[in-house]
T-cell receptor, first 114, second 117 residues
Framework: EPEVTQTPSHQVTQMGQEVILRCVPI?????FYWYRQILGQKVEFLVS????????KSEIFDDQFSVERPDGSNFTLKIRSTKLEDSAMYFC????????????FGSGTRLTVV | AQTVTQSQPEMSVQEAETVTLSCTYD???????LFWYKQPPSRQMILVIR??????QNATENRFSVNFQKAAKSFSLKISDSQLGDAAMYFC??????????????FGTGTRLKVLA
């Protein structure tokens, strides 16, 4: 069964450093998403991406965040200057229909900012 | 704005028994989608079941079924013949159906299900 692949599975970074989280969505999917889950809390929407542009973003997704689909297969989330409160599990997801039939999620990247 | 509430932080069930996880939501929309996702310790969230709000018939997927009460804005998940592999965090999620609306999912806080041997 097709999978969404995320790398790395765990990343530790110094506060103020830039990080790039990588995702390879399912190849024939058109909609891509990033969600995050702070430990023990709910899963929160960050951003959706369709047709090579952001279709929606949350208030969490401020100027420190950016997304890119650089080569038609990867979908990346960049955090320019990490803060302690960015520590969370970040999930990438993709869908073929805008999510009406559900997303396929990746296994997540645990980001720890120290 | 829509909200999703899961009032049971943790539930336990004996193997082979039946358990029901609760989910309520608040929305002013008439058309939307509801989902249950399972997140085992491996962390990846897996779609369990999906319900379209305009369909009155409750969705079923093998041992998993929902009780969708649109007027009450309730969407509970019933797991029959519980297995050890069902142990996980379960999230309820809402998605608007409006084409001009948001496509994002709104998740509840989750219910941790323990299955006792």
């Amino acid at each position: 069964e097709p999978e969404v692949t995320q790398t790395p599975s765990h990343q530790v970074t110094q506060m103020g450093q830039e990080v790039i989280l990588r995702c390879v969505p399912i190849s024939n999917h058109l909609y891509f998403y990033w969600y995050r889950q702070i430990l023990g809390q709910k899963v929160e929407f960050l951003v959706s991406f369709y047709n090579n542009e952001i279709s929606e973003k949350s208030e969490i997704f401020d100027d420190q965040f950016s997304v890119e689909r650089p080569d038609g297969s990867n979908f990346t989330l960049k955090i320019r200057s990490t803060k302690l409160e960015d520590s969370a599990m970040y999930f990438c997801a993709s869908s073929g229909t805008g999510g009406t039939y559900g997303y396929t999620f990746g296994s997540g990247t645990r980001l720890t900012v120290v | 704005a829509q909200t999703v509430t899961q009032s049971q932080p943790e539930m336990s069930v004996q193997e082979a028994e039946t358990v029901t996880l609760s989910c309520t939501y608040d929305t002013s929309e008439s058309d939307y989608y509801l989902f249950w996702y399972k997140q085992p310790p491996s962390r990846q969230m897996i779609l369990v079941i999906r319900q379209e709000a305009y369909k009155q018939q409750n969705a079923t997927e093998n041992r998993f079924s929902v009780n969708f009460q649109k007027a009450a804005k309730s969407f509970s998940l019933k797991i029959s013949d519980s297995q050890l592999g069902d142990a996980a965090m379960y999230f309820c999620a809402y998605r608007s159906a409006w084409a001009s609306g948001t496509y994002k999912y709104i998740f509840g806080t989750g219910t941790r299900l323990k299955v006792l041997a």
